[in-house]
């Protein structure tokens, strides 16, 4: 049976552009950029969350800062070398845009104005990383390999909490799970030996539904097996 891989890797942002486009790269003649998008949560704050589009989505002035956009399309990775140090890099490849109308009141007034959902199938490419806080709440950080046409991988690091963590805790590399969630950044401080520290920002899905996918004889296996040698 063919793999529809759109249903792999499904995703949908609602939110304003806070930078001018960037040129990120040109393939067979068609050219390609990047910029940031805020994404509201209800709490109030916002998710800042790298966007990838082709030159053919949009006219030149379209892409302006504080324009309301919904992207449609895919979480992906691509390994960057930098200082002969392997590097995963994540973005949202859009695949469809519409221009939304700004209106005036705030997109976290209202549930119906906010989305930020990602579906995603794929394996568990390392053990799950199990811990708790201080206060007693659970989390695991899942690293999941979402295959692409042409015999990619997709690596996207995700995050999932209370008894979700707990269940995750106990997956063996190579299962096959569907989660839904949503895309957050996070900022942190990375302290090198030298004294310096360096301010980053992670993107990851937080998972909000977990629902592990049967195997049906062997076939996964191998997929599985290659999936978690290139994650190494």
Not at 57 to 76: A, N, S
Not at 178 to 186: A, D, N
């Amino acid at each position: 049976m063919e793999t529809n891989f759109a249903d792999n890797n499904h995703l949908v942002l609602v939110g304003k552009i806070t930078d001018e486009k960037e040129f990120s790269h040109e393939i067979y003649g068609e050219k390609f950029y990047t910029f940031n998008l805020s994404v509201p949560r209800l709490s109030g704050n916002a998710d800042n969350i790298p966007i990838t589009i082709s030159e053919r989505l949009f006219k030149d002035d379209e892409l302006t800062v504080g324009k309301k956009i919904r992207i449609i399309g895919q979480f992906r990775s691509y390994n960057s070398y930098e200082n002969e140090k392997n590097r995963l890099i994540l973005t949202v490849f859009a695949k469809d845009i519409e221009f939304l109308p700004n209106q005036e009141e705030e997109i976290v007034a209202s549930k119906e104005l906010v989305s930020n959902e990602v579906v995603l199938v794929g394996y568990i490419c390392k053990t799950p990383i199990y811990r708790q806080t201080p206060f007693g709440r659970e989390i695991a950080d899942v690293l999941l390999a979402v295959n692409r046409a042409y015999n990619k991988s997709d690596y996207i690091p995700c995050i999932t909490w209370g008894r979700n963590a707990r269940f995750c805790s106990k997956m063996e590399v190579g299962t096959e799970v569907k989660v839904t969630g949503r895309v957050q950044s996070r900022s942190y401080e990375k302290k090198y030996e030298d004294g310096t520290v360096e301010q980053k920002v992670a993107y990851e899905v937080s998972i909000s539904n977990l629902e592990v996918i049967e195997k049906q004889d062997n076939e996964n296996e191998e997929v599985a097996e290659n999936n978690e040698a290139a994650a190494e």
